[in-house]
């Protein structure tokens, strides 16, 4: 599938239109429901294979609590790579770990994202790799709504890409 196919794809199966409070508590007329696209099991492998592209230099994928979760598995799949689940907090059960799955210290990381709009959540699942010993070299978002992901990612001094943007999906 080309890129403007899955475009089409991601909007047709998530895009939303109403009165919307982002999680950087900007207010939207528009939603990316990332929970709608990553259910689709053919647009999760597309991005599963497109997220693998960007995995050359890294030992591990690496994917933010809860919505990248489903992004990570798939690109761990598509590369053949292990991946984690970074957590927002401790849970107060089990292990209490904030990072799921093969230790991170001393492994380079992708960190995979659902929607980039101010990056706030993963750059926070990047500063949790970091002090656990890993270095993420880059940070991957499925769609950037244009609105300040990739210039708080590059001033937090990572690497950011993105495979769709809003532009790309006509909005």
Do not use: W
Not at 96 to 118: A, C, H
Not at 152 to 164: I, K, P, Q, R
Request: glycine residues 10%; aromatic residues 8%; proline residues 2%.
């Amino acid at each position: 599938m080309d890129k403007s196919e899955l475009a089409a794809r991601v909007k047709d199966a998530a895009f939303l239109e109403g009165d919307f409070i982002l999680r950087s508590g900007q207010h939207s007329k528009f939603y990316i429901d990332k929970y709608l696209f990553s259910a689709d099991p053919i647009i999760l492998a597309e991005f599963g294979k497109r997220f693998a592209e960007h995995a050359d230099d890294a030992e591990l994928i690496a994917g933010p609590e809860l919505g990248a979760v489903g992004l990570a598995a798939s690109t761990a799949m598509a590369c053949g790579k292990p991946f984690v689940i970074v957590r927002k907090a401790e849970k107060d059960y089990g292990t209490s770990k904030l990072i799921e799955g093969p230790s991170v210290e001393g492994k380079k990381v992708l960190l995979v994202e659902d929607i980039g709009t101010t990056a706030g959540a993963a750059l926070g699942a990047a500063k949790t790799l970091t002090e656990a010993g890993a270095t993420v070299v880059k940070m991957v978002f499925a769609v950037d709504r244009l609105q300040g992901a990739r210039e708080n990612v590059e001033s937090a001094g990572f690497t950011f890409a993105a495979l769709l943007n809003k532009d790309d999906m006509g909005i």
